[in-house]
Structures are given as structure tokens and as C-alpha cells.
């Protein structure tokens, strides 16, 4: 299993991939977030699904990006046109062996940029028979592989005219949520991000003491919000007279146990 998110907002485009690759007890690491093309002229892919499918797909594309001798696809659509036609490629070639061996052909990938000829950044999330979504302002983030756990805080916090900064707050929590209910999705963890006004890209990877402030703060700080809310009609008729909370002298609640990486 893993985690990918990709994110749109007015700002420009973010994306985050968790590095974990589980084998039956083994763990290990590495990156399943791609950039491919040079200079302004770049996109990233991030997938999830067979490994050999996704090494192999990305083979064939940048064998289709050598071949056009240094000329960068114009849009981001047509960048989208020749991953999905080596996608339908390696399917022609493995889909029937992999799937006689009791393995699904089940890629997935996130593709974000902007391109030479493209108005706005785009994104868009593409299944594994080559067809493929936009995402929107009304929904601006797509993500792959363990989905439900990091769901929530993106539905109910990150909107379109969402701050990047902000949005990468929620990416990390979105992933911080997943990581805490999965044991196939962890550390170390890729970002990129894409400006739209400068039309230049960042990239970073961290680790799990990278980012241990975060990480106790957002632990320490949920605790207290739950302590803290209002009580609900719940206690006057669950909760006995001797355990329900006093307002007074109230010691602040201890920090949680921090959960092992």
C-alpha cells in the first residue's frame, strides 16, 4: 500500500508520496514521486499499484520524450496523452501473464504541472485502463492508495483559495493520519510544489525526527481542542455526577506517548 496527494489551489500545485515499500515483513523505502522533463518544462507523476508496471510505464515514456530530440510536450494534456498511451502499452504486453499469476494490473497515477503552452497549472488522476479525471476547485486535491484515513481533514479544511502554506500543513496532516492507521504507509516522505506566478518547482524529502515538532504539536494541541469542547447533552446522561469534569483547578491534560516511527 501507499499514500499519494496531490493538491491544486490558486497558489500552485502540491504534491506528497510516502516512501514505505512493505513485503511481507520487510520494510523499505523509495521515492514513488517522479519529475520528468527539464528546466520550466517539468511535471511530476506519483503512483501507486505494481512496481514493475510503474517502472516499466515510466521506461516507455521517457523513451517517447527522447524521441521527440529534446522538444517538451506544449501541454499538460498532451503530456497526459502519451503517459496513458504507455500505460495501455504495458497493459497490451503484461495485463494477461500478471493477471494469471494472481496479480492485478491496478495503476494509478497523479500527474501535475504547467507546460509551455498551458494558462494554469493542471492535475489530474489517471486509472489504470488510461482513462483519466481533472481535479477542480470544487474538489482540489486527488489521492491514491490508502485514501480513508487522510480524507477527512482535506474535506473539511483545504479549499481551493487555501494558502500553499497552509495546504502543506494539511498535506502533512493528511499523511500524518494515514501513517497513524496503516501500518503499509510511513516514513520517509517526498514533497514538491509548483508556484504558479514564478512557474518554478521545490522539492524536499523528510524523515520521521524531521519533523517531531509538527508532529507533537498537532498531537499535544488535538488533545486539548477535544478536552476543551463544549460538553454535549451526552453528559447529563452517560457520564456520573463523580466523573464529570470540574471547571476548577483543572490541570491541563498530559501530552500523548509519542507512537514508535
Known amino acids: 500500500m501507499t499514500y499519494c496527494l496531490g493538491i491544486k489551489t490558486r497558489d500552485g500545485l502540491i504534491g506528497l508520496s510516502d516512501g514505505r515499500i512493505t513485503s511481507g515483513s520487510q520494510l523499505s ?6 519529475m520528468m522533463g527539464s528546466g520550466g518544462d517539468r511535471f511530476f507523476i506519483m503512483n501507486s499499484g505494481l512496481r514493475s508496471v510503474r517502472d516499466k510505464t515510466l521506461a516507455y515514456l521517457r523513451r517517447d520524450m527522447q524521441k521527440r530530440r529534446g522538444e517538451a510536450y506544449p501541454t499538460m494534456l498532451d503530456a497526459i496523452s502519451a503517459f496513458t498511451a504507455c500505460l495501455r502499452q504495458v497493459a497490451a504486453e503484461d495485463k494477461e501473464s500478471l493477471e ?5 494490473f491496478n495503476l494509478h497515477a497523479i ?3 504547467q507546460l509551455a503552452e498551458d494558462r494554469e497549472p493542471y492535475m ?3 486509472y489504470p485502463e488510461g482513462n483519466w479525471i481533472e481535479v477542480d476547485e470544487r474538489t482540489p486535491y486527488l489521492s491514491i492508495g490508502a485514501t480513508a484515513y487522510g480524507k477527512p481533514i482535506l474535506d473539511r479544511a483545504l479549499t481551493y483559495g487555501t494558502d500553499m502554506q ?3 500543513k494539511l498535506a502533512y496532516l493528511s499523511f500524518d493520519s494515514t501513517r497513524f492507521s496503516s501500518n503499509d504507509v510511513g516514513f520517509p516522505i517526498d514533497m514538491v510544489s509548483y508556484h504558479a506566478d514564478s512557474r518554478s518547482w521545490r522539492q524536499s524529502n523528510y524523515d520521521y525526527d524531521d519533523l517531531s515538532e509538527q ?8 488533545t486539548e481542542l477535544a478536552r476543551r469542547m463544549p460538553d454535549g447533552p451526552w453528559v447529563e446522561t452517560l457520564v456520573p455526577d463523580s466523573l464529570r469534569p470540574r471547571l476548577i483547578a483543572e490541570e ?4 500523548p506517548a509519542e507512537e514508535p516511527a
Do not use: D, Y
Open 29 to 34: 523505502s523509495a521515492r514513488k514521486v517522479t
Open 100 to 104: 494469471a499469476s494472481k496479480l492485478h
Open 111 to 113: 500527474i501535475g504541472g
Open 124 to 126: 489530474f488522476l489517471v
Open 166 to 168: 497552509t495546504a502543506l
Open 215 to 222: 508532529r507533537q504539536w498537532w498531537n499535544r494541541n488535538l
Open 252 to 255: 491541563p491534560a498530559e501530552e
